[in-house]
Every structure is written in C-alpha cells, then in structure tokens.
Nanobody, 123 residues
Framework: QVQLVESGGGSVQAGGSLRLSCAASGLTYRHTCMGWFRQAPGKEREAVAR????????YYAASVQGRFTISQDNSKNTLYLQMNSLKPEDTAMYYC????????????????WGQGTQVTVSS
C-alpha cells in the first residue's frame, strides 16, 4: 500500500522560499510518475510539477516555471518541491501524488495521494 506524507508547508511573505518534502513508501515499479498538485479554496486542483521516476524528466506549470523545482532523492524515497520567489497566488494546499501509466496534468490520473500541506504567502 502506497503512503505519501507531505511536510514543509507554512506561512511566508511574498518573495520568500519554502521546500516541501514528500516521504513515500510502498511504491512499486508500476509507479512511473510523481507530482505536486495544489488546490486553493474554490478552485480546481492543478498540477504544479511532475517528475518521471526512472528518467528524472520534469514538467512544470507555466505559472511556476523558473521558480519551482521538483526533485527526488531515491535513497530517501523522498520527493521535493523547492519553491522560490513565492507569490500570494501560490497560496494553496499542496499535495504529493503518485501515478502508474500516465504522467498527465489531470489529477484524476494519479492513484495515490498524501494528506496535503498548507502554503500561505502574504503580500
């Protein structure tokens, strides 16, 4: 059974940085992709960054390109999201997720989810 546990959220001022971590267990060879999603109140869950586990290939939403970096530490079974130059519009609950066959931006393609960690950016 896959377990994903996020940490690292918090409150920062605009321009600040945070690093989110996602400790993963139970992943198998069938899991090919991991990603970070976020959801603000009243908005749909959106893909922030995705990573192909085997190749390390990364994908970013246009809104975070150049500011956020997704990475993995295979020795620690941990996924990270380094967030720099944070903006108030980055405020949301951030979720870590794992997927099997596809690595799309559609959150419904991800089968395993963490409980989320809140990020709040004040202006």
């Amino acid at each position: 059974q896959v377990q994903l546990v996020e940490s690292g959220g918090g409150s920062v001022q605009a321009g600040g940085s945070l690093r989110l971590s996602c400790a993963a267990s139970g992943l198998t060879y069938r899991h090919t992709c991991m990603g970070w999603f976020r959801q603000a109140p009243g908005k749909e869950r959106e893909a922030v960054a995705r990573l192909l586990i085997n190749t390390g290939t990364t994908y970013y939403a246009a809104s975070v390109q150049g500011r956020f970096t997704i990475s993995q530490d295979n020795s620690k079974n941990t996924l990270y999201l380094q967030m720099n130059s944070l903006k108030p519009e980055d405020t949301a609950m951030y979720y870590c997720a794992a997927a099997g066959l596809y690595c799309s931006t559609d959150w419904r393609g991800f089968s395993s989810w963490g409980q989320g960690t809140q990020v709040t950016v004040s202006s």
